[in-house]
């Protein structure tokens, strides 16, 4: 046997005449990752035919009975195995040859650009030793340096900022090219926002300004170029906010730019995917660097697969900007929408970037959405990542999950599994105005090729992609969103309606899901619909639930979720489940998800939902029974009469001592009775004092009273962007043209003092009781939910041109009480006598105005015994 890059001869061996039939031959082989022929001498003395398993594998026999097998290079970054079989089907006799081909290794033999590490950090704050300024250059992406959080908060702010300073070795001189901001890989707190960067190079005395950025406080790395190399003396940022009111980095990396080896300019392009006119053979062996080398002859063979490797990625509105512009502080979308269908293994990868526009910043996710651990209690793995900064050129990818991530199974004794390679995604984003920049085009050399399941393939396209899948997990790419599912889950549960292959189906089942929470939020018809794509992800470690990815289902679900049949006409509760997570992103803080909402709101999509997929039960929609009998019906039977947010109130009494009638309030909270209306209206069940089931009621009925039963189709969507307007300077034009309303202002106010409304509220309303509730000194979020539950009511009245006050007391909404509420984090409600009287009598005077009517008899009774909103079954094509 022998090894070599081009055909040589050799002879076949036979054996004696009269010997027992056989085939002599070498069983197992591992090879390097380069392109090779490898020549095998067979031992035989029957005649035989040669056949290879594997494309890349190619395999001849000479005349003399050589045998020849070509290799082509491995780009992938794992060994893959090809089995060659020389066979003599007469006789029954097979011999085989397993050649298992390592991983490539080729990105290795690229120049990278040398990091310099600066001769000291310092900082003025920081959380501890162990998070301390010298973790941002251990060059350790999962340690980082995090402003001090525990005790007395450092709160990073315009009059406080954090400032980190790095020093260089003078002597050394070392020239910087480029300087990188990783941020914190497994969570978004203190990621920078605005930042200023100051220098004093060698030789100076004066520290300078060199530039102010606004970078968003996201995960994404970013990178500041200079146009020419400078030598700094001294570096220093000043970190004016962060995610959090924190200020954390991972790593800042001063890099040096690597001149371009001159085996590079045989490409004709700078994604190095054709090669120059005229370039021959010969020009190619004659290449030093086996990188280069090998791509060339690839391609100049024709044999290079652009497919996935090659690909556009547009620039897209970050997911914070789109948060604020629907008033959905902290939901994010998608923040892995880049697909790239690239799956990668430990080790050097080669990833190629043109057009990234000047002063713009991409980067490369890697997320590996498996790690062998799989629980059922939030005991199981997560998905881990870490990001790269990416630059126009050559980017090398050192990616080394053992030492980045910290999850990985040890129980398979401490062994890597293919199962936990990483999936490959793109961000490239801007804040403002995405459509002002071009796409970006990226060259994945090595990587292994997984695919992606999208609308533009045909059902058997796909499910030959997940039967070959590389990964895992697997990436699927609809209109309105992105998922990642077990390979083998979709290959094995994604069936049709009809029982065939349905991927197809599937995926447009899904966009509808988010196309419906668009149509009822107002964002179809106020023109706000997003080009950024919302995300689902398969966990291994509970249920079901909504994380900073997300919504997410249990890998033990995906025979539910994935199968068509069902989620058309079986499983009310998975497109209750799918809609409610992703309707926590679509919940607006505070102003339409105060204390006691957080699992009540999110469920006007989830409800809508399935009256758009033509479900007629659901456990869900069996609430409304209690919910009558308790507020409407006056019938407190099933219900604890004593109040536990009530009592936690009182508990807490001193919090509100600060404010005479709160504490008065407070103190009567002493016996926590809930009593019927009739008895006593005020001291009614609160809405937040029932389940959750009961507390979606009201919301529902009043929304489909005035859709469906008084034909305002647009009362959904019309309620949604009333909210959203909420903070638009003079107020809110949608349901009234008379400027901005108290209770605007008031709700403002309340929400940190937002557009100084405090000021506005003690200026127009000077009387009002809200001015001396709601102070610059106590404004808190979650210091008393009434102020948004007052401006809703407001809204409401005002698009349906009734005083709906009567309908909110009835409900539950309007209770003299005091209660602290546990909801994600704890908070206040808090609602006087005083502040009741004023709301009255300020719905009351909308209807002497004539701006609305009175409810007649029997409204209130009407609106909430309104019939379930049934809708006929969809049809979804596949």
């Excluded at 340690?143 to 702010?157: A, D, I, N, P, R």
Aim: proline share 4%.
């Amino acid at each position: 046997m022998s090894l070599f890059s081009g055909n040589t001869a050799g002879a076949q061996t036979n054996l004696p005449d009269g010997a027992t039939p056989m085939i002599v031959a070498p069983h197992q082989l591992p090879v390097g990752y380069m392109e090779r022929t490898i020549c095998y001498d067979i031992t035989a003395n029957i005649p035989y035919e040669v056949s290879s398993d594997q494309a890349w594998a190619t395999v001849r026999k000479g005349t003399d009975g050589t045998i020849y097998v070509h290799l082509t290079q491995n780009y992938n970054s794992s060994d893959r195995t090809a089995v060659i079989s020389l066979t003599n089907s007469e006789m029954g006799v097979t011999q085989t040859i397993n050649i298992v081909q390592q991983r490539d290794n080729s990105a290795t033999t690229i120049p990278t650009d040398p990091h310099i590490t600066p001769q000291s950090a310092t900082a003025n704050t920081e959380n501890s030793t162990a998070e301390g300024i010298a973790k941002t250059i251990d060059g350790n992406t999962s340690t980082f340096w995090h402003s001090k959080w525990s005790g007395t908060k450092f709160e990073v702010s315009e009059n406080n900022p954090a400032v980190i300073t790095y020093k260089f070795r003078v002597a050394a001189a070392d020239s910087i090219d480029y300087i990188n901001y990783i941020p914190r890989q497994d969570s978004q707190n203190g990621a920078f926002g605005k930042v200023e960067m100051y220098m004093r190079l060698i030789g100076e005395t004066d520290t300078k300004l060199y530039g102010t950025y606004d970078w968003g406080q996201t995960q994404t790395a970013k990178t500041i170029t200079f146009e020419k190399s400078v030598k700094p003396a001294e570096i220093t940022f000043k970190i004016y906010s962060g995610y959090g009111g924190w200020a954390c980095c991972a790593e800042m990396e001063f890099v040096q730019k690597t001149p371009v080896h001159s085996d590079f300019g045989i490409f004709e392009d700078e994604l190095y995917t054709k090669l120059k006119d005229g370039v021959t053979l010969g020009d190619i062996e004659s290449m030093t660097n086996p990188f280069a080398k090998s791509l060339a002859m690839n391609i100049f063979n024709g044999q290079y697969d652009m497919n996935y490797r090659v690909a556009k990625f547009p620039c897209k509105l970050s997911v914070q900007t789109l948060a604020a512009r629907w008033k959905t502080p902290g939901k994010y979308y998608d923040q892995t929408e880049g697909v790239t269908g690239i799956s990668f293994g430990p080790g050097t990868h080669a990833v190629i970037v043109k057009g990234l526009p000047e002063g713009k910043n991409a980067t490369l996710k890697l997320v590996s959405w498996y790690n062998g651990i799989v629980g059922g209690n939030f005991d199981g793995g997560n998905p881990q990542e870490k990001s790269y900064p990416l630059s126009n050129g050559m980017n090398i990818i050192k990616f080394d999950p053992e030492k980045d991530f910290t999850y990985l199974n040890k129980g398979n004794g401490g062994k890597y599994l293919r199962d936990y390679d990483a999936l490959g995604y793109i961000s490239y984003e801007d804040s403002e105005n995405p459509a002002a920049y071009n796409d970006i085009e990226i060259h994945f050399v090595n990587g292994e090729v997984n695919g992606y399941l999208s609308l533009d393939k045909t059902n058997d396209e796909m499910h030959e992609i997940t039967a070959n899948a590389k990964n895992y997990c697997m990436d699927v790419f609809g209109r309105k969103a992105h998922q990642v599912w077990t390979s083998q889950g979709l290959h094995d549960y994604c069936r049709a309606i009809d029982g065939s292959i349905g991927y197809r189906q599937y995926m447009n089942i899904i966009d509808s899901l988010v196309q419906w929470e668009h149509d009822l939020l107002g964002f179809t018809k106020y023109n706000m619909q997003p080009d950024n794509r919302t995300f689902a992800y398969v966990n291994f470690t509970y249920y079901m639930f909504q994380g900073g990815r997300g919504v997410s289902f249990h890998q033990d679900q995906e025979s539910r979720v994935l199968n068509c049949e069902k989620m058309a006409n079986r499983d009310d509760d998975a497109i209750w489940g799918l809609s409610h997570e992703w309707g926590h992103q679509h919940q607006m803080h505070p102003y339409f998800c105060w204390k006691g909402m957080a699992e009540v709101t999110n469920n006007m999509n989830a409800y809508y939902n399935i009256m758009r997929m033509g479900y007629r039960t659901s456990d869900k929609i069996n609430q409304w029974v209690p919910a009558r009998k308790h507020f409407i019906q006056d019938n407190l039977s099933g219900v604890d009469l004593t109040s536990n947010q009530r009592r936690a109130a009182w508990l807490r009494r001193s919090n509100m001592s600060w404010n005479t009638d709160y504490n008065a309030l407070l103190a009567e909270m002493e016996d926590s009775i809930i009593t019927t209306q009739a008895d006593n209206v005020l001291r009614g069940v609160g809405i937040t004092e029932v389940g959750v089931g009961e507390t979606l009621c009201p919301y529902i009925m009043l929304y489909v009273y005035f859709t469906r039963d008084k034909g305002m189709t647009d009362f959904g969507p019309d309620m949604y962007e009333a909210l959203r307007r909420t903070e638009k300077e003079g107020g809110s034009d949608l349901e009234k043209q008379s400027g901005i309303d108290k209770y605007e202002l008031v709700a403002m106010a309340q929400n940190n003092n937002t557009n100084n409304a405090i000021d506005q509220l003690n200026e127009k309303f000077a009387a009002s009781v809200w001015t001396k509730y709601i102070t610059k000194e106590h404004c808190g979020t979650w210091d008393n939910n009434m102020p948004y539950i007052l401006n809703y009511i407001r809204k409401v009245s005002r698009l349906t041109g009734y005083n709906l006050f009567p309908y909110f007391e009835k409900w539950g909404f309007l209770r003299n009480t005091a209660l602290y509420i546990g909801d994600y984090g704890d908070g206040w409600q808090i609602f006087t006598k005083a502040a009741y009287d004023e709301f009255k009598a300020d719905m009351d005077a909308l209807v002497t105005s004539g701006e609305l009517k009175e409810m007649p008899e029997g409204m209130v009774e009407e609106i909430s015994n309104a019939a379930n909103y049934f809708q006929a079954k969809p049809s979804f094509p596949n």
